[in-house]
């Protein structure tokens, strides 16, 4: 039983909490650094006390378009780091001149030629070039080397001395930590026989081989170095977030963040509400999952304003491993608006028990809930949503007798969840009543054994050309489908894209144009792989109807 799994299961150890603090000691823990820090993610983020970098110094020089598009600010360590690699293969190798994109704007954000760039963590190193005549020189700008190590034009040469010095650099600095270096395979592979034919240390060689990284959801990178730092254990205490991997050898400070999270969790005790809110934000902010049991113990321990905000932070959180917590946090809530909020944060976590969960509100089955609590109408619609994006096809009958729901959003949100199930649109404009007539029609013309024989036939009905049981040759049409500005035929083909591939591209987390980028990439990566004849051709092929 389901039920019995999540009751077995116990709770992280909360800390043991000691006197009571001041405000003045929270005050001050929660008070900014001076210098400059890197918050959230690399897509999603923000610096503050950003540093202006010199245009130009000993060893490095920003291109001129940089100097209109003033994205040369950083934190403080990337700020130190670019003058001090440069540095180093200058005095390598006399005159040679990084040249430098984009690093971030000023104060983070937004910017307009990258998805990333938008912490201060970021950086686009151009590379190191030789002329026809093998003499060293400087770029002005960014040149595209293919496999044989020359630019389109054959005017200049992969510089695999200085490259490789570069990198080095970059992975041998001690004072920051590089988590990519992303560059297309074939100067990944020029570098590492280089790196081998001159001794470089072998565990340097092995970094290399790690985080020298084709990306699989952009342009190769055979044109610059995309440079990524870790966070600081500052940035870390207020608010960065990593993404990706973290290397076996990286020492992120784990144990003075872990310390700090401690005096924040009994910070959380403080004497005052206003401040024991700020404090549980700031949980929230850093994503402190130590923190769970206590934000949990908070949603009925304390007054509404901290209960609200506990709340909030458990959704930022969104780690799996705090599924179990939750569930079993439910059956002591007595306040129904609080449980719903908790389920709702639950379900939308990637855990294997979510779908369980969700059929077991469709049931009306409480027994995860509080003695003699049965499920709300946002128990439902949470239970509907998580069934819609992540179910099978056998929970359209659990699903359907919400269609004709006595509550008009709960009737709305189930044909939204038959959406996504499918892949094929509701009728616009038309009563609930003929609504849910349309979906208990289509189940009825339409039964299938999986979601995605739904997939196939809403495609084939939007004139995408893909066979009944489609397969890997089917990979580029649906790709094209990809462009159409239909948020739902794109969001179907890039799941029946996965369904396909086992390669995971979750829609609802991008745009539209970068979930096509994505798959083409991927694409594209796979037929280099496999050496197979390339379908760029096909995969640009307008959708046929």
């Given at each position: ?72 600010f950083s934190t403080s360590e990337m700020a130190k780091l670019i003058p001090r690699v440069a540095r180093i293969v200058r005095r390598q190798f ?324 038959f959406e996504r199930l499918t892949g094929t649109a509701s009728p616009g404009r038309v009563s609930e009543a003929e609504r849910a007539v349309f ?100 995969i640009r092929r307008p959708l046929e109807r």
């Amino acid at each position: 039983m389901l039920l019995a799994v999540i009751v077995s299961l116990t709770l992280l150890a909360a800390p043991t909490f000691a006197s009571r603090p001041t405000v003045n000691e929270v005050r001050t823990l929660l008070r900014s650094p001076r210098g400059s820090l890197s918050l959230g993610r690399t897509n999603g983020g923000s610096i503050t006390n950003s540093i202006e970098i010199p245009l130009s110094g000993y060893g490095y020089a920003f291109f001129p378009m940089i100097r209109t598009r003033k994205s040369h600010f950083s934190t403080s360590e990337m700020a130190k780091l670019i003058p001090r690699v440069a540095r180093i293969v200058r005095r390598q190798f006399r005159g040679s001149i990084l040249g430098i994109g984009n690093v971030s704007v000023e104060g983070g954000g937004p910017i307009g030629q990258s998805v990333s760039h938008r912490s201060g963590r970021d950086v686009d190193f151009g590379m190191y070039a030789k002329d026809r005549r093998g003499r060293r020189i400087n770029l002005k700008s960014f040149v595209r080397f293919g496999r044989d190590g020359w630019d389109r034009q054959h005017r200049y040469q992969f510089d695999t001395d200085r490259n490789l010095a570069l990198v080095v650099a970059l992975l041998e600095d001690t004072k920051v930590q590089v988590q990519w270096i992303f560059v297309a395979d074939w100067l990944k592979q020029k570098l590492l026989a280089e790196a081998w034919e001159q001794g470089v240390d072998p565990i340097i060689i092995s970094r290399m081989d790690t985080v020298l990284h084709q990306p699989g959801d952009s342009n190769p990178h055979q044109d610059h170095y995309h440079v990524r730092i870790y966070c600081s254990v500052d940035d870390r205490r207020h608010g960065c977030i990593e993404r990706g991997p973290i290397w076996d050898w990286v020492d992120l400070g784990d144990t003075a963040y872990q310390e700090y999270v401690d005096q924040l969790i009994d910070a959380s005790r403080v004497d005052s509400v206003a401040w024991q809110k700020r404090v549980v934000e700031h949980l929230g902010r850093i994503r402190a999952t130590r923190a769970a049991p206590r934000l949990l113990s908070l949603i009925s321990d304390a007054l509404p304003p901290v209960q609200d905000a506990a709340l909030k932070a458990l959704r930022a959180m969104r780690e799996p491993e705090l599924f179990t917590s939750f569930i079993r946090r439910l059956s002591t809530l007595s306040d129904e608006s609080h449980a719903t909020r908790l389920l709702r944060i639950a379900l939308q976590l990637e855990h294997p028990e979510a779908n369980g969960v969700a059929r077991m509100m469709l049931r009306n089955e409480g027994s995860i809930l509080m003695t003699g609590q049965r499920p709300t109408p946002g128990m439902i619609r949470a239970g509907l949503q998580r069934l819609g994006l992540h179910g099978t096809a056998m929970d359209a009958a659990h699903m359907r007798p919400f269609l004709r729901s006595a509550n008009k959003k709960t009737s709305k949100v189930a044909a939204r969840a038959f959406e996504r199930l499918t892949g094929t649109a509701s009728p616009g404009r038309v009563s609930e009543a003929e609504r849910a007539v349309f979906w208990e029609e289509f189940l009825a013309k339409h039964p299938a054994v999986s979601r995605a024989q739904w997939f196939v036939a809403a495609l084939r009905a939007a004139g995408v050309r893909i066979r009944l049981m489609p397969d890997w040759q089917d990979i580029p049409s649906l790709i094209a489908a990809l462009r159409q500005r239909n948020a739902l035929l794109a969001h179907t083909a890039s799941r029946l894209l996965t369904h396909i591939t086992g390669h995971p591209v979750d829609p609802r987390a991008r745009t539209l144009r970068n979930t096509q980028r994505a798959w083409r990439t991927f694409w594209r990566n796979l037929q280099a792989f496999t050496s197979a004849e390339p379908a760029e051709r096909s995969i640009r092929r307008p959708l046929e109807r």
